[in-house]
């Protein structure tokens, strides 16, 4: 089992910046990706970013030169540093891990982004 526990949500105003955190712990040998997902809504969960262990990091178009994932291996951590935020930004983001034995997809409980003035 894997237990992601993410921090760094909040309210931020438009063209401002936020950066989220996601802990794993547990069985994270097995772990090949992480990333943060988001859902608007009444609108489906969208990939933001992702970090495989091995290979390059991919980015959603919408989010491609303002956001960043990073890594702390030592950490076990994963960061999404979001920068010239929009309020179509606005949404419960996810972390996301995923084992690379079993294929299982493991979830953050979520934590709300909101761009607004």
């Known amino acids: 089992q894997v237990q992601l526990v993410e921090s760094g949500g909040g309210l931020v105003q438009p063209r401002g910046s936020l950066r989220l955190s996601c802990a794993a712990s547990g069985s994270i040998f097995d772990i090949v990706c992480m990333g943060w997902y988001r859902q608007a809504p009444g609108k489906q969960r969208e990939l933001v970013a992702a970090?495989?262990?091995?290979?390059?990091?991919t980015y959603a178009v919408s989010v491609k030169g303002r956001f960043t994932i990073s890594r702390d291996n030592a950490k076990n951590t994963v960061y999404l540093q979001m920068n010239s935020l929009k309020p179509e930004d606005t949404a419960v983001y996810y972390c996301?891990?995923?084992?690379?034995?079993?294929?299982?997809?493991?979830w953050g409980q979520g934590t709300q982004v909101t761009v607004s003035s």
């Open positions: 970090f495989p262990r091995e290979g390059n990091t």
């Open positions: 996301h891990a995923v084992d690379g034995w079993s294929s299982y997809d493991y």
